[in-house]
Structure formats: C-alpha cells, structure tokens
C-alpha cells in the first residue's frame, strides 16, 4: 500500500485545513486508517482513527470536536478536515494504515501502523 498525504500549509489562528490522504495498490477498507502528528521536539502521537470500511472514527481529546476524519470510498482516500485551528496544531502530519482494520474504540499506536505516507507540514500562526 502506498500512501500520499498532502494539503497542509501554513493558516492563521481559526483557520481550517483539509488533509487527503490518497492511497494506491490496496483498497483502504481492509486497513484502519490513522492521522498522526510530530511537532517539532516532541514525539508523534494519534490524532484519529478510522475503521477500515468507515463507520468507527475516534480522535486525540486535544483535536475532539475540532477535526473530523471521513473517507471517499470512489478515490480510496481519506481526509482529515482540521477546523478551528491552533498554534499547538503545528506539527506535521502523516497518514497510516495498519491491517488490524479496528481501531478497538480509541487511537493506535504508530508501532502499529503497516504502511505510512510522508508527512505534510501544517503551520499555525498567531
């Protein structure tokens, strides 16, 4: 499975973004999806989780209510849409699949993850 994330850049403080994550050699149902972030000095850490085939998605307590994940089953692409945006967002962001299609009521761990796109840098200024 390859994995394409891209759409970050660089917004002001409430601003929004929308990240694809476009995948090619496999479909996506088979595979849990996950959005990770590394800021810079700090580790990478789950920002959501979709089941594979859609339906269960969970998120990182700091993004609840402010991003959402959804998925385009015609493109075999997921997205994570990031409203309301923070200075502490700033980070980059990577897309994983992992082929334990659940994601067992919460975030995974990138120890986890089968198969990651290259991340894409999304900026937040004050």
């Known amino acids: 499975v390859q994995l394409q994330a891209s759409g970050g850049g660089l917004v002001q403080v409430g601003g929004s973004l929308r990240l694809s994550c476009a995948a090619s050699g496999a479909t996506l149902d088979y595979y849990s999806i996950n959005w990770f972030r590394q800021a810079p000095g700090k580790e990478r850490e789950g920002v959501s989780c979709?089941?594979?085939?859609?339906?269960?998605?969970y998120y990182a307590d700091s993004v609840k209510g402010r991003f959402t994940i959804s998925r385009d089953n015609a493109k075999n692409t997921v997205y994570l849409q990031m409203n309301s945006l923070k200075p502490e967002d700033t980070a980059v962001y990577y897309c994983a699949a992992d082929s334990n299609r659940y994601c067992y009521g919460g975030l995974k761990s990138s120890h986890e993850m089968d198969y990651w796109g290259k991340g894409t840098q999304v900026t937040v200024s004050s």
């Open positions: 979709m089941r594979g085939s859609g339906g269960n998605t």
